[in-house]
């Protein structure tokens, strides 16, 4: 087996530093984690589409002070360098609790992160241009498995939860459903039509744009 090159292992390493950063409100390690030119950065996730300040500005106020969030089992396995350029993929785990009323949620959300970086000029070291996110499936369950007026044989929501599957809800692609359940729960808005594997050409748009800027042909990062 081919030992990975050295560019190869520091972008794996400036992939998993970003997201601990991220993560742990660590905001200028993770700025500096992308590219300095603000306008040539791009991040496409549920609840967000624009460059990296703003959605570190707006991931800041979010934050309740602690950690909640966490991306784990997030291993950047298929890179790709050619010159001064990289594309990375990989499945990522992101876990959050939810508490309403007395009753505590977590949900796990399954999905692909892909990314476009760049060898900065002068700095002679990777950073990312983009980030954008597919959704594979997810869940929401009690984190304790039964609570008090709960049929622990039962896998639905039982009466006395909190929680409603509502016609807003069910308009969402299951491969993210209970993620924008909870994303609306935390009065945020997730978009309808997010790439996700139940719709495989929205998840290959992201794959063709990023081997096309490998190739160095014209793509756009919008």
């Known amino acids: 087996m081919a030992t990975p090159s050295a560019d190869v292992m520091a972008i794996a ?3 998993k530093r970003e997201r601990y950063y991220r993560d742990t409100a660590q905001w200028d390690l993770c700025r500096d984690s992308f590219h300095p030119d603000t306008a040539a950065t791009y991040i496409n996730v549920a609840w ?3 460059n990296v300040e703003d959605f570190l500005r707006q991931s800041a106020q979010m934050h309740k002070g ?3 969030i966490i991306h784990s089992s997030f291993d950047p396995v298929d890179i790709r360098v050619c010159g001064d350029r990289a594309i990375s993929e990989a499945f990522c785990l992101i876990t959050s609790s939810l508490t309403l009323g007395t009753i505590d949620y977590e949900l796990a959300s399954h999905m692909r992160l892909f990314t476009r970086l ?3 000029s002068g700095l002679s070291e990777w ?3 983009s980030l954008e996110s597919s959704y594979v499936r997810d869940r929401l369950v009690t984190a304790f ?6 049929d622990a044989s039962d896998d639905s929501f039982p ?3 909190p929680l409603v599957i509502t016609n807003e ?3 969402y692609p299951k491969s993210y459903r209970y993620l924008a359940l909870v994303m609306l729960k935390r009065g945020l808005k997730p978009r309808p039509n997010l790439p996700h594997e139940d719709s495989p050409e929205s998840v290959r748009r992201i794959s063709d744009r990023n081997r096309a800027f490998l190739d160095n042909a014209e793509a756009g990062f919008g």
């Open 145 to 150: 498995p039964a609570f008090p007026g709960s």
């Open 118 to 120: 760049q060898k900065v």
């Open 48 to 50: 967000y589409e624009g």
């Open 66 to 68: 602690k950690v909640n």
């Open 127 to 129: 950073r990312l241009l």
């Open 13 to 15: 390493n400036l992939l």
């Open 159 to 161: 009466e006395s939860s």
């Open 169 to 171: 809800v069910l308009a």
